[in-house]
């Protein structure tokens, strides 16, 4: 799935519409410190009330948000061995094609057990399953109406998956109007903290209009912080790599074959031309697939681009095979680069931080003045400090 794919349904999230439809809900209820399912529930989801389908339909929007290999990670399953009717990928599609119900809650039920017998929760905690439907509408042509486009769609089943922890409510003092008194608020049903979900899952993924049963969305809790163990052994997932993962890899990688120390304009260089790989990407159209990797061989173009000496096919092999010890190894340009129009780089001193963008970073240098190791960095208009504006004092030699 790409970002543009996951908006789209994230957006069909709410009450108005006619392009998701929600039939079946399915609510575990587990206690912490427990390896079994304290209570279930299931209902359509047209039959809950209003207030209950508002709550529950922020919460599935909350768990597809979050950018891509950092919150939301697209898992491939791992093979199904022979007669292993427990496997995620089988109990989500049976999931999906079941017509009955009670095989639909014995389907998640199964899923539900595998996460409360590989892992006992300190919170207790209730875990959500939907099945519905998304329709995504065809292209709008030049001249075509709402209602035109709305002839055509595409039709998609999903199951949705939210985890979520609880807690009590604190006391309080409340005043009753009726007894015209001061009491205390003591309520002990624990509330369900739907609006921070600890996690989640999407199955099938999908790409423009092709379901892929061989894959699924997971959600995170934090960001660049997945449950590795949770994918592996309760979703049956492959390994996956976060970007903070793929950027340390490459710095390693760099560091290898330039060393610990660097210039600004080499710097600048590196992410002008990776940012170049996604420029050009933007500029495909929809239907190309594809997204822009950097391996051995881009690795090497990247640094020779950027003015570094020296650089050879076998030292950067030699470099991947030291880091990841895969020369095959690809990391995503997105993942390198920090964002570029905005200040997401850091330069820290003993003196002060200063946050600068990528495509600025040529502007800043070491130099030395006066025997002193400075940070100079060129300025096309005034530089105002509280207020004021700063004056030149010196011209450096």
């Known amino acids: 799935m790409n970002k543009k794919d996951i908006a789209e349904i994230r957006k069909q999230f709410k009450m108005e519409t006619d392009l998701l439809k929600i039939a079946d809900i399915y609510n575990v209820y587990i206690q912490k410190e427990s390896s079994e399912i304290f209570h279930e529930e299931s209902r359509a989801f047209s039959l809950l009330d209003r207030e209950q389908q508002e709550l529950f339909l922020a919460n599935f929007k909350k768990v597809l948000g979050g ?22 990928q089988h109990l989500l599609y049976e999931g999906l094609q079941t017509e009955d119900k009670a095989e639909w809650n014995e389907h998640m039920q199964g ?27 065809t292209k709008r042509e030049p001249g075509e109406t709402e209602i035109d486009m709305r002839d055509e769609v595409y039709t ?22 009726v007894e015209k008194e001061y009491k205390s608020n003591l309520v002990t049903d ?16 999908f790409t423009d209009n092709a379901a892929d049963i061989h894959h699924l969305l997971y ?57 170049s790989m996604l420029v050009v990407d933007e500029e495909y159209d929809e239907e190309e697939e594809g997204t822009p990797v950097l391996d051995k061989k881009e690795v090497e173009r990247v640094l020779k681009a950027s003015g570094v000496k020296d650089v050879t096919a076998d030292k950067v092999e030699r470099a991947f095979q030291q880091v990841v010890e895969d020369t095959n190894y690809e990391m995503k340009a997105s993942h390198i680069i920090p964002s570029y129009a905005s200040k997401s780089i850091k ?10 963008s990528p495509q600025d970073l040529r502007y800043v240098k070491e130099v030395n003045y006066n025997g002193k190791r400075c940070l100079l960095i060129e300025v096309e208009e005034d530089t105002m400090i509280e207020g004021f504006k700063l004056i030149a004092e010196e011209e450096l030699e």
């Open 190 to 205: 624990p509330v369900i903290k739907l609006t921070s979900p600890i996690g989640g899952f999407l199955f099938p993924s």
């Open 219 to 275: 959600s995170a809790s934090k960001a660049n912080k997945p449950d590795f163990q949770f994918i592996e052994n309760v979703l049956n997932g492959d390994e996956i790599v976060t970007a903070e993962e793929d950027k340390a890899v490459f710095e390693e990688i760099v560091k290898v074959l330039i060393g610990e120390e660097v210039n600004s304009k080499t710097l600048a260089g590196m992410y002008d031309e990776i940012n």
């Open 67 to 88: 950018k891509l290999d950092q919150k939301l990670f697209e898992v491939k399953f791992q093979p199904q061995e022979e007669g292993q009717a427990d496997h995620t």
């Open 156 to 177: 998609t089943p999903f199951i949705l998956c939210s985890m979520n922890t609880t807690e009590l409510p604190k006391s309080s003092l409340v005043f009753d109007f």
């Open 111 to 137: 899923i539900a057990l595998k996460m409360v017998q590989e892992k006992q929760y300190e919170k207790d905690m209730v875990v959500t399953f939907i099945r519905g439907t998304y329709f995504k509408t």
């Open 347 to 356: 330069i820290s001193t003993k003196v002060a931080d200063i946050k600068i």
